[in-house]
């Protein structure tokens, strides 16, 4: 199972946004988080660049991300707090943590532990797919793309 909730819980507090000037040039982080408590992340190899993953994150996995150097997200599905790596060994240790303007996503470039990997489908990345439309049908279809 994945870990779950280990240690304490962060004691971390991420203020509540102000205004349009403190959140897109101050120098407090204040996510913004959606209805559902949740901020995007986007995560990147720190090796050549490539987009791993796109996750989310809820104020306990952020805090603990920042605070451990260890990815953490908020697994939507399962309604839990979830280490990555914590089951298949894929852990990703962060090296930079960036906010967007509006500080509502999250960037994160991490080292890869384990295969190197980060997707359940056994794939070293999630974008594995392209998508485009086939104008003869009229479907948009789904192809493999190359690594
Ligand atoms: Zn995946």
Redesign the pocket.
């Known amino acids: 199972m994945p870990e779950t909730a280990p240690s304490p819980a962060s004691r971390i507090v991420f203020p509540e946004p102000g205004s349009k000037a403190e959140v897109e040039e101050g120098d407090l982080f204040m996510p913004r988080f959606d209805r559902d408590g949740l901020v995007t992340c986007v995560t990147v190899d720190a090796g050549d660049g490539r987009v791993l ?1 796109v996750a989310h994150m809820n104020a306990e996995s952020l805090a603990r991300t920042v605070e451990t150097g260890e990815a953490w997200y908020w697994s939507r599905s399962r309604g839990e707090l979830w280490r990555k790596g914590a089951t298949s060994g894929q852990t990703q240790r962060v090296l930079e943590m960036r906010t967007d303007c509006d500080q509502d996503a999250v960037l994160i470039t991490v080292a890869v532990g384990g295969d190197g990997g ?4 056994g ?1 070293r990345a ?1 974008f594995y797919r392209t998508v485009a439309l086939d104008r003869e049908t009229g479907q948009v279809r789904l192809r493999l793309a190359g690594e």
């Open positions: 993953m980060c997707c359940h489908t794939r999630c």
